[in-house]
T-cell receptor, first 113, second 115 residues
Framework: GENVEQHPSTLSVQEGDSAVIKCTYSDSASNYFPWYKQELGKRPQLIIDIRSNVGEKKDQRIAVTLNKTAKHFSLHITETQPEDSAVYFCAASKGATGNQFYFGTGTSLTVIP | GAVVSQHPSRVICKSGTSVKIECRSLDFQATTMFWYRQFPKQSLMLMATSNEGSKATYEQGVEKDKFLINHASLTLSTLTVTSAHPEDSSFYIC???????????FGSGTRLTVV
């Protein structure tokens, strides 16, 4: 089955700095990689996703990069703000619909004002 | 669109009792529902996959007789924690793949506390 590893487990940055979270996956058949933000006690919210036919995707301050050969993908948050503080999960799946997600272990991001 | 409603949001039950958690897809038909469990400060772990009209598929290590899953309709899947024990206390959350390009939608989660 798929194994998704995520690093770091905790990350603290100063407001305005960038934050980078990295994930690796094991199953080369995985082709859909979403990132979720989860605030305490709430449901995960999709913030960005990328498919295996794309190397990079950006949405305002958030970007995701994918290296299929190395089987790793990363989340980049620029100009961080205190409201970015949350737990972020990466996931891998064979397709965006119909198949389960395999989640990384999560990264607790703290943005220090 | 693509909303999954999950109830209850919080439940406290006595050890040995059963608790039912419901997930409803409000504006789409969910032929598949995934059930996850999340312990404090840990990731979401897939427990089982329910498919409408057929038996659920359980992940290794998950007791199917303890976590009963029913997916009787295209809009409703239920998870029943039977004979709950304190170690079953966790955050349970469902997720369904909607017919859209935006990927999965999660329910709001159920915080189960067994005392």
């Amino acid at each position: 089955g798929e194994n998704v590893e995520q690093h770091p487990s905790t990350l603290s940055v100063q407001e305005g700095d960038s934050a980078v979270i990295k994930c690796t996956y094991s199953d080369s058949a995985s082709n859909y990689f979403p990132w979720y933000k989860q605030e305490l006690g709430k449901r995960p919210q999709l913030i960005i996703d990328i498919r295996s036919n794309v190397g990079e995707k950006k949405d305002q301050r958030i970007a995701v990069t994918l290296n299929k050969t190395a089987k790793h993908f990363s989340l980049h948050i620029t100009e961080t703000q205190p409201e970015d503080s949350a737990v972020y999960f990466c996931a891998a799946s064979k397709g965006a619909t119909g198949n389960q997600f395999y989640f990384g272990t999560g990264t607790s991001l703290t943005v220090i004002p | 669109g693509a909303v999954v409603s999950q109830h209850p949001s919080r439940v406290i039950c006595k050890s040995g009792t059963s608790v039912k958690i419901e997930c409803r897809s409000l504006d789409f038909q969910a032929t598949t529902m995934f059930w996850y469990r999340q312990f404090p400060k840990q990731s979401l772990m897939l427990m089982a996959t329910s498919n409408e009209g057929s038996k659920a598929t359980y992940e290794q290590g998950v007791e199917k007789d303890k976590f009963l899953i029913n997916h009787a309709s295209l809009t409703l899947s239920t998870l029943t924690v039977t004979s709950a024990h304190p170690e079953d206390s966790s955050f349970y959350i469902c997720s369904a793949p909607p017919p859209s390009r935006y990927g999965y939608t999660f329910g709001s989660g159920t915080r189960l506390t067994v005392v």
